[in-house]
């Protein structure tokens, strides 16, 4: 009897796809998971969605790359408009504590940073989590995900207040269905 086998590249393809956590979706619950935050402390991402309208889980592969901080900038940038809005930001990449604690000093960001160096994070918000973070965020409202951009970087904080004033400008509720005056004639039945 022939064994089948398949190609290495093939291989290793199917299985990496099979150890990756599934991308998070529109409407999912929002992970809940403690991590470390820039001071070497807990931080309970739990506890954040419970005190806030949103939380704002972004996500950057390295501290002090330009492509990161110019996302980190660009948020630092808005974050009295976020906050106005409700938002809560929350940066996360595998640095060490040490690392995010330089990073978030040398560009004063107001908010703080996650030092995932478990993956933990990551891995809960479905990201590969082979060495460092995918570029990406999350906007968390009630426990869940209504927002995710990828590869965004100095536009991603105007992406996400063109959202939230597009989620504000929407009816909260669904609106009564119409009423037919006293004296309308019942529809017609479709035709078959």
Known sequence: MKRLLLPAT???????ALLRAAPLQLGAAA??????????????LAAVYQGS???????YPKAFTSGCTTQG????????????????????SADDADTQKKFK????????????TD?????????????????EAYLIKDGKVVYHDTNQTGSQAQNILNFLSRES??????PAPATKPADAKPAAPAAK
């Open 10 to 16: 093939l291989f290793l393809a199917l299985t990496g």
């Open 31 to 44: 992970p809940v998971v403690t991590a470390t935050d820039e001071t070497g402390k807990p931080f309970d």
């Open 53 to 59: 309208k949103y939380t704002l889980v972004y996500f």
């Open 73 to 92: 900038c660009a948020l630092r940038d808005s974050y009295d408009e976020l906050t106005k809005k409700g938002v809560t930001v929350i940066g996360v």
């Open 105 to 116: 000093e040398e560009y004063k960001f107001p908010f703080s940073l996650i030092a995932d």
């Open 119 to 135: 993956k933990k994070v990551m891995k809960a918000f479905g990201q590969a989590g082979l060495n460092m973070a995918s570029r």
């Open 169 to 174: 400008a929407a009816p909260a509720t669904a």
